[in-house]
């Protein structure tokens, strides 16, 4: 059974790219290879555009769509085999993920990284629980390590956008009062390595991405040299992986400015905390491509559900 957990699962990117463009807005009446067929999403975190992008989708596609906050409504899950289940966690994942596949075709999951031990979040418990017990195709809405619908849509607007065949995309970090996780610079960095651009890296020493997910890089230290001639400028926060889950930088020098981006478009996956990560006349100004990417969240997410109901 084939599922969408990373964007290794797009078989081959180019193809769903063109196959992006057919489906846009105006461009007719899309296909619903869903009719009959019902989705249920679990959002075991919050979200926005996830959430509604994604059930946009699955209605353009003809998929019934069912919505749980499982992470508020839902039972305690406990992700061990074989415990004596005496704390805090009510049912087992392997029930819980067999029960939902009984009321669903496909089910989305949205599972964050915990950030406090890194070998538990590595393991994606709660995806690869559903993956392992569900028995219906799984897709990925950010799990620990990644979030390949958002990084296919940020492919389709950077495809959508150019007008270079190999542009210079920079992917730089950003200040943010919070422990982020990782999920979305991964998926981003390995989907633009399948790109037809030129990535650099830039970010303070100690937050270097996992080279398990990313490959090995060479990171750029200083922002202002990573990026000199860039076309698209793309800004996240994470916390560290080596210090994992931890806050080791706050400077505010790094938030991305008007004066920085120079003539680059500016993108981010939002949510995003103004003049914090980023000032408020890059995302106000005519480089951002922050509601485009979010236009292209549908796009992308009916990308991965008509791929997972042709395999079935
Ligand atoms: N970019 C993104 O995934 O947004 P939400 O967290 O609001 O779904």
């Given at each position: 059974?084939?599922?969408?957990?990373?964007?290794?699962?797009?078989?081959?990117?180019?193809?769903?790219?063109?196959?992006?463009?057919?489906?846009?807005?105006?461009?007719?009446?899309?296909?619903?290879?869903?009719?009959?067929?019902?989705?249920?999403?679990?959002?075991?975190?919050?979200?926005?555009?996830?959430?509604?992008?994604?059930?946009?989708?699955?209605?353009?596609?003809?998929?019934?769509?069912?919505?749980?906050?499982?992470?508020?409504?839902?039972?305690?899950?406990?992700?061990?085999?074989g415990t004596i289940m005496d704390g805090g966690a009510a049912e087992h994942i392997a029930e819980a993920a067999a029960v939902v596949g009984q009321y669903a075709d496909l089910i989305g999951v949205r599972a964050f990284a915990g950030l406090s031990d890194r070998t538990l979040d590595s393991a994606e418990g709660i995806l690869h629980g559903f993956v392992?017990?569900?028995?219906?195709?799984?897709?990925?809405?950010?799990?620990?390590?990644?979030?390949?619908?958002?990084?296919?849509?940020?492919?389709?607007?950077?495809?959508?956008?150019?007008?270079?065949?190999?542009?210079?995309?920079?992917?730089?970090?950003?200040?943010?009062?919070?422990?982020?996780?990782?999920?979305?610079?991964?998926?981003?960095?390995?989907?633009?390595?399948?790109?037809?651009?030129?990535?650099?890296?830039?970010?303070?020493?100690?937050?270097?991405?996992?080279?398990?997910?990313?490959?090995?890089?060479?990171?750029?230290?200083?922002?202002?040299?990573?990026?000199?001639?860039?076309?698209?400028?793309?800004?996240?926060?994470?916390?560290?992986?080596?210090?994992?889950?931890?806050?080791?930088?706050?400077?505010?020098?790094?938030?991305?400015?008007?004066?920085?981006?120079?003539?680059?478009?500016?993108?981010?996956?939002?949510?995003?905390?103004?003049?914090?990560?980023?000032?408020?006349?890059?995302?106000?100004?005519?480089?951002?491509?922050?509601?485009?990417?979010?236009?292209?969240?549908?796009?992308?997410?009916?990308?991965?559900?008509?791929?997972?109901?042709?395999?079935?």
């Amino acid at each position: 059974m084939k599922h969408f957990l990373s964007t290794d699962d797009i078989d081959s990117l180019p193809e769903w790219l063109k196959k992006g463009r057919t489906l846009a807005p105006g461009s007719g009446t899309p296909e619903q290879p869903g009719l009959g067929k019902t989705l249920c999403l679990l959002f075991f975190n919050n979200s926005l555009r996830t959430r509604l992008s994604t059930q946009k989708a699955a209605r353009l596609l003809g998929l019934e769509v069912l919505v749980m906050n499982f992470g508020a409504e839902g039972w305690n899950l406990e992700l061990e085999d074989g415990t004596i289940m005496d704390g805090g966690a009510a049912e087992h994942i392997a029930e819980a993920a067999a029960v939902v596949g009984q009321y669903a075709d496909l089910i989305g999951v949205r599972a964050f990284a915990g950030l406090s031990d890194r070998t538990l979040d590595s393991a994606e418990g709660i995806l690869h629980g559903f993956v392992k017990y569900a028995g219906v195709p799984i897709l990925n809405m950010e799990s620990a390590t990644g979030h390949p619908l958002q990084a296919l849509a940020d492919a389709l607007t950077i495809a959508e956008t150019t007008k270079k065949t190999t542009p210079k995309v920079v992917l730089s970090w950003a200040p943010h009062p919070r422990a982020l996780p990782q999920a979305v610079p991964n998926s981003f960095v390995r989907i633009m390595q399948r790109m037809p651009v030129d990535l650099v890296i830039t970010h303070p020493k100690g937050y270097g991405l996992d080279a398990n997910l990313v490959g090995a890089y060479e990171p750029v230290y200083d922002q202002k040299k990573a990026l000199d001639g860039a076309d698209y400028v793309y800004v996240k926060n994470w916390s560290s992986v080596q210090e994992y889950g931890r806050v080791l930088n706050r400077d505010p020098g790094w938030m991305m400015t008007a004066e920085k981006l120079g003539e680059a478009q500016f993108m981010h996956c939002l949510p995003v905390r103004r003049n914090m990560v980023v000032e408020d006349a890059v995302l106000d100004g005519p480089q951002s491509l922050v509601l485009k990417q979010a236009a292209n969240r549908t796009l992308s997410a009916q990308l991965a559900l008509t791929h997972l109901l042709d395999v079935q």
